[in-house]
């Protein structure tokens, strides 16, 4: 974590108060990526934002989903989030930083941008693979999930499209490619996140 990382966060009130009901947990399709960004915007030290659950940080959270497969990978000890090493996960994502939006607000473009960015830090994948918004996910029952909020995306990989993790990349080990059922039968190896990803994208997708 860099001490002076500024990051994408939004209120809880205020996602309360767009919603008008509190926050549901789990994963929920009631808020647009344009209703999203709308809301008030604010980028907080990363270290005071990881113990800030009045905030939430949002999270591009993206699936790669080839031929019905969904891409696995675990997490090893060296990755950012040290709390989630050695789980497995199917989610790339990143933190947003004040840096992904030179004027101060976070438009779709520049959302998108981000999360292009974050592919690029750690796959080898087609520049141009798409990422359908899907929903939200939230999971307040821990302390990485207090504090952040998931916005989940499809991306669909052709069979013949080179796709790896970046070699340089943070400490991340492909496990292959994962039928939905082989994922959900060895679910206390993943992470929370990503089996409500999951659920998400096949409630939205079939």
Request: net charge negative; charged share 25%; glycine share 6%.
């Given at each position: ?97 004040s840096s992904d939006a030179p004027t101060g607000k976070m438009t779709e473009a520049l959302y998108f941008e981000a999360l292009r960015r974050e592919r690029r830090e750690e796959l ?38 080179t796709f790896t993790i970046r070699p340089l990349s943070e400490d991340l080990h492909p496990h292959g490619w994962w039928m939905p059922e082989e994922i959900f039968a060895a679910h ?19």
């Amino acid at each position: 974590m860099k001490a002076d990382e500024q990051v994408f966060c939004l209120k809880r009130t205020d996602l309360e108060a767009h919603l008008r009901f509190p926050l549901p947990q789990g994963s929920f399709s009631c808020l647009s990526l344009a209703e999203l960004l709308q809301l008030t915007q604010h980028y907080l030290p990363r270290s005071l934002a990881e113990n800030d659950p009045s905030c939430k940080q949002v999270i591009p959270y993206q699936l790669f989903c080839r031929e019905k497969r969904f891409f696995v990978y675990e997490r090893g000890q060296r990755v950012g989030e040290n709390r989630l090493a050695g789980r497995l996960s199917l989610g790339i994502g990143g933190h947003i930083n004040s840096s992904d939006a030179p004027t101060g607000k976070m438009t779709e473009a520049l959302y998108f941008e981000a999360l292009r960015r974050e592919r690029r830090e750690e796959l080898i994948c087609p520049e141009s693979l798409g990422a359908a918004f899907l929903g939200l996910i939230n999971d307040d029952s821990d302390p990485v999930g207090q504090v952040h909020l998931g916005a989940v995306h499809r991306c669909q990989v052709r069979p013949a499209e080179t796709f790896t993790i970046r070699p340089l990349s943070e400490d991340l080990h492909p496990h292959g490619w994962w039928m939905p059922e082989e994922i959900f039968a060895a679910h206390d190896r993943f992470e929370k996140w990503t089996l409500l990803a999951l659920e998400l994208v096949l409630q939205k997708t079939g």
